[in-house]
């Protein structure tokens, strides 16, 4: 159980489906594979200790490209109850807005507005990750660290005789 919670735990920190790209004024071509919502976030380098706050006002429009069809993108501001990421490599995700991806295909994302976000940060468009599946994967990896180090602890004293 315990190594099913830390794959899931690190599929969360390292998706499978995540786009990297600058924000210059030029759209960014992606294939999304499984419908849902994903999230737009800015990723600020490591060790950058002032990082402003313009980032929040950057708009987006997707579109699916074989139709031109647009999507609804939803902002987020900001919001004390967001979510940030920070992977390995020490760069921090802080997600911006939303969209909801009606079905699998190619889809076109191009910040309206590309001054707002400095040149070194790139954005990113991962799945979302929804809260309550967050809090329970972390309370069940707690859980099973406990189950695996008493079973462990249970299995040396019952080799040593001790039990």
């Known amino acids: 159980m315990l190594i099913r919670c830390i794959s899931a735990l690190w599929k969360i920190i390292s998706p499978a489906v995540k786009y990297r790209f600058p ?4 759209p960014y071509r992606m294939n999304l594979p499984v419908a849902g ?4 976030s800015v990723v600020i380098p490591a060790m ?10 950057a708009r987006f429009a997707v579109t699916q490209h074989p139709s031109g069809a647009t999507l609804n993108y939803r902002s987020y501001g900001r919001s004390l109850f967001r979510t940030n990421r920070t992977d390995m490599s020490g760069k921090k995700s802080i997600p911006l807005g939303a969209f ?3 079905a699998p295909g190619d889809f076109e994302i191009s910040c309206l507005n590309p001054e707002t976000i400095r ?3 790139q954005l990113e468009v991962s799945p979302q990750v929804p809260g309550l599946y967050l809090v329970a994967l972390i309370l069940a990896t707690i859980l099973s660290s406990f189950m ?4 462990f602890v249970f299995c040396i004293l019952w080799l040593a005789g001790k039990l």
Request: with cysteine; aromatic share 18%.
């Open 48 to 57: 950058t200790f002032i990082t402003g706050v313009s980032y929040f006002s």
């Open 37 to 40: 919502r994903y999230v737009v």
């Open 23 to 26: 924000a210059g004024s030029a």
């Open 148 to 151: 695996a180090i008493g079973g």
């Open 119 to 121: 040149e070194n940060f």
């Open 100 to 102: 909801e991806c009606p």
